[in-house]
């Protein structure tokens, strides 16, 4: 006599028992995902700790004029340095983020005759790189900062770059400069 076959209350158990498995095992790798692959932003004035002696920004030139402000500075980077792994905030003197316009940008410019070009672009509004993320930051590069009809002149704001801490640089943390 053969043995008798699964019940159907047995296969419903053995499917029920399987999903349950499948959505842990998911929520488990969307969690440990979250906590170890995301970017998590710089806090607002990070110390900068080993960055401040590798990467420097030149004090800004206010340039353009009404509709066209900005500035431009030069950066001289830390060793291994892409643009992406940075990022660009404008506060107050007291501290407090300025709500960035559709029309603020940072540009990056190659050092050469005629002040370079493009190799790197920002927009503040996304917090994003729109190009160049993966361009070495170099020596005589300079950094174009513009804010359209936004006038900080005078305001005693601040410029600060972030950097993410990469195997290739080892550094991390943020830099500053007044605008003027």
Not at 93 to 122: D, N
Not at 127 to 137: C, K, Y
Request: proline share 8%; aromatic share 8%.
């Amino acid at each position: 006599m053969a043995a008798p076959g699964p019940t159907r209350r047995s296969i419903d158990g053995l499917r029920n028992a399987t999903i349950a498995l499948i959505v842990a095992v998911a929520i488990i790798s969307v969690v440990l995902w979250a906590t170890f692959e995301l970017p998590s932003s710089p806090p607002p004035n990070a110390g900068c700790g080993p960055c401040g002696s590798a990467t420097a920004i030149g004090t800004p030139t206010a340039q353009g004029g009404p509709g066209d402000y900005s500035y431009v500075m030069g950066i001289t980077p830390s060793s291994g340095l892409r643009w992406g792994g940075s990022s660009f905030e404008i506060t107050t003197s007291s501290g407090k983020l300025l709500t960035p316009t559709s029309s603020w940008t940072v540009v990056i410019f190659s050092s050469g005759a005629g002040g370079g070009s493009p190799v790197a672009a920002y927009d503040f509004t996304s917090t994003t790189w729109t190009s160049g993320w993966d361009v070495l930051a170099t020596s005589g590069q300079t950094i174009h900062l513009e804010l359209g009809a936004t006038d900080l002149h005078g305001q005693a704001d601040k410029f600060l770059l972030f950097l993410t801490p990469t195997p290739d640089s080892g550094q991390g943390g943020s830099i500053s400069t007044s605008l003027p």
